[in-house]
Nanobody, 115 residues
């Protein structure tokens, strides 16, 4: 079964760091762009960052210079390093990609930043 699985979330104090992982099974991430989104309680899901198949990256203004996304093709995994975390970064983080015309989303991983 093709799927994405996020991990690495947790509770961290403001100013701290976390690195999330998005591991794929039966989906080759190296041939597709992978995006991270997040959804805070009571808010709409929002885009956070993308790494294209060629490695180019893009970030939402709210996380620019604090977050970094990259891929490890050998491990078929995409990572999101989050630094200088703020309470407003608290959300469930999801990775998503498209393969063979179908969109895949992981189950999400909770990130909670305490003030």
């Amino acid at each position: 079964q093709a799927q994405l699985v996020e991990s690495g979330g947790g509770l961290v104090q403001a100013g701290g760091s976390l690195t999330l992982s998005c591991a794929a099974s039966r989906i080759i991430l190296s041939t597709n762009g992978v995006a991270w989104h997040r959804q805070a309680p009571g808010k709409q899901r929002e885009w956070v960052a993308t790494v294209a198949s060629g490695g180019a990256t893009g970030y939402a203004d709210s996380v620019m210079s604090r977050f970094r996304v990259w891929r490890d093709n050998e491990k078929n995994t995409v990572y999101l390093q989050m630094t200088s975390l703020r309470p407003q970064d608290t959300a469930v983080y999801y990775c998503t990609t498209t393969s063979r015309g179908r969109a895949y989303w992981g189950q999400g991983t909770q990130v909670t930043v305490s003030s």
